[in-house]
T-cell receptor, first 115, second 113 residues
Framework: NAGVTQTPKFQVLKTGQSMTLQCAQD?????MSWYRQDPGMGLRLIHY???????DQGEVPNGYNVSRSTTEDFPLRLLSAAPSQTSVYFC??????????????FGEGSRLTVL | GQQLNQSPQSMFIQEGEDVSMNCTSS?????WLWYKQDPGEGPVLLIA?????ELTSNGRLTAQFGITRKDSFLNISASIPSDVGIYFC?????????????FGKGTKLSVKP
């Protein structure tokens, strides 16, 4: 099983550029989410989705957009990158019925640097 | 918003030593979880706790859900080099926020052979 696949693994952007981080899962999970990880800050929730066509904001949503057109994919868009968005981004998914158990499956991460 | 205080921030130990880390919150949680992140990887669930006072083991790992529902600890016995990584506690209240997890800032563990 591929599990949760994130692309790209590394990306360097200039301030003001836009890009999309891709996330795909092959486990038929209803729940998908994006976190960012910064040194000394732990993992902070950006956006999440409980099913196709449904998205909602997490703790730090500003500067990011998401959409969920299929169960499998949950892309994260940066419309105008800023240096403050330099971070490691993780996509995570779960069965909706298992969300209550806290069992998230994480991808390997995408390291983004904004110059 | 809810915050978790995880300590210590980092630990440098000798192989074979026991490790203890904990997490506290000003708010109660219905679920406490412990994840481990290996270098260059995403976090992986180690232990989940669902009842106040619950003590759960997974091999050399033991975790407890505090009676007050505001804290949890994780112990690792007889550490080995592959225990190296960042350990995160997480709290969850399933309901209005669809069960989103609140993560601590992590404990970075280094093990000297």
């Amino acid at each position: 099983n591929a599990g949760v696949t994130q692309t790209p693994k590394f990306q360097v952007l200039k301030t003001g550029q836009s890009m999309t981080l891709q996330c795909a899962q092959d486990m038929n999970h209803e729940y998908m989410s994006w976190y960012r990880q910064d040194p000394g800050m732990g993992l902070r929730l950006i956006h999440y989705s409980v099913g196709a066509g449904i998205t909602d904001q997490g703790e730090v949503p500003n500067g990011y957009n998401v959409s969920r057109s299929t169960t499998e994919d949950f892309p994260l868009r940066l419309l105008s990158a800023a240096p403050s968005q330099t971070s490691v981004y993780f996509c995570a998914s779960s069965y909706r019925g298992r969300v209550a158990t806290g069992e998230l499956f994480f991808g390997e991460g995408s390291r983004l640097t904004v110059l | 918003g809810q915050q978790l205080n995880q300590s210590p921030q980092s630990m440098f130990i000798q192989e074979g030593e026991d490790v203890s880390m904990n997490c506290t919150s000003s708010s109660i949680f219905n679920t406490w979880l412990w994840y481990k992140q290996d270098p260059g990887e995403g976090p992986v669930l180690l232990i989940a706790l669902y009842k106040a006072g619950e003590l759960t083991s997974n091999g050399r790992l033991t975790a407890q859900f505090g009676i007050t529902r505001k804290d949890s600890f994780l112990n690792i016995s007889a550490s080995i080099p592959s225990d190296v990584g960042i350990y995160f506690c997480a709290g969850q209240n399933y309901g209005g926020s669809q069960g989103n997890l609140i993560f601590g800032k992590g404990t970075k563990l280094s093990v000297k052979p």
